[in-house]
T-cell receptor, first 114, second 115 residues
């Protein structure tokens, strides 16, 4: 039973480059979340979608960050241009759209911007 | 606003002893509470949740949690700790109403179990 699938697992990129992180949610789930984890700030919600529609993007740090969900089985998080302070672990998660349902996380994309 | 707090950054326990990782919450309405565990260089794994019903919830790997409405707490417990339980533990509340369906996390508690 496939869980949430993220790619790439690790990425090292130079400052100023574009970074695209990808996520395939669990089949049948209609809510998708992007979280960022750092030592300083812990787990932060960046954006979440219900039925492919962005519901809350108030956690997106700035205009350099953008997220899309073109269909129910795919989402991207893009950073352009990237900066060293974007270095973090980015998690994608999915669930059914109900508060009592469990949210399942992918293994994360470990981003280092040098 | 809905929030959770984990008052301890780190908990140290000897193997075989009982462990408790604390969590308190603040919500309007009925709480939907979750515990997740994160092993080094891994994603978050779901342990257990409280939605309604019995205040004692049992989950994966022998963990359980007790929902206490009067104390607004949802502490994670295990009767006998294992070295392999050493990890980062997160308490979370799933937002409803104006905060939608997102998970709001505590800051995490590092559990260290020594042989």
């Amino acid at each position: 039973d496939a869980g949430v699938i993220q790619s790439p697992r690790h990425e090292v990129t130079e400052m100023g480059q574009e970074v695209t992180l990808r996520c395939k949610p669990i089949s049948g789930h209609n809510s998708l979340f992007w979280y960022r984890q750092t030592m300083m700030r812990g787990l932060e919600l960046l954006i979440y979608f219900n039925n492919n529609v962005p519901i809350d993007d108030s956690g997106m740090p700035e205009d350099r960050f953008s997220a899309k969900m073109p269909n129910a089985s795919f989402s991207t998080l893009k950073i352009q241009p990237s900066e060293p302070r974007d270095s973090a672990v980015y998690f994608c998660a999915s669930s059914l759209n109900s508060a009592g349902n469990t949210i399942y996380f992918g293994e994360g994309s470990w981003l280092t911007v040098v | 606003a809905q929030s959770v707090a984990q008052p301890e950054d780190q908990v140290n326990v000897a193997e075989g002893n009982p462990l408790t990782v604390k969590c308190t919450y603040s919500v309007s309405g009925n709480p939907y509470l979750f515990w997740y565990v994160q092993y080094p260089n891994r994603g978050l794994q779901f342990l257990l949740k409280y939605i309604t019903g019995d205040n004692l919830v049992k989950g994966s790997y022998g963990f359980e949690a007790e929902f206490n409405k009067s104390q607004t707490s949802f502490h994670l417990k295990k009767p006998s700790a294992l070295v392999s339980d050493s990890a980062l533990y997160f308490c979370a509340v799933r937002g409803i109403y104006n905060q939608g369906g997102k998970l709001i996390f505590g800051q995490g508690t590092e559990l260290s179990v020594k042989p």
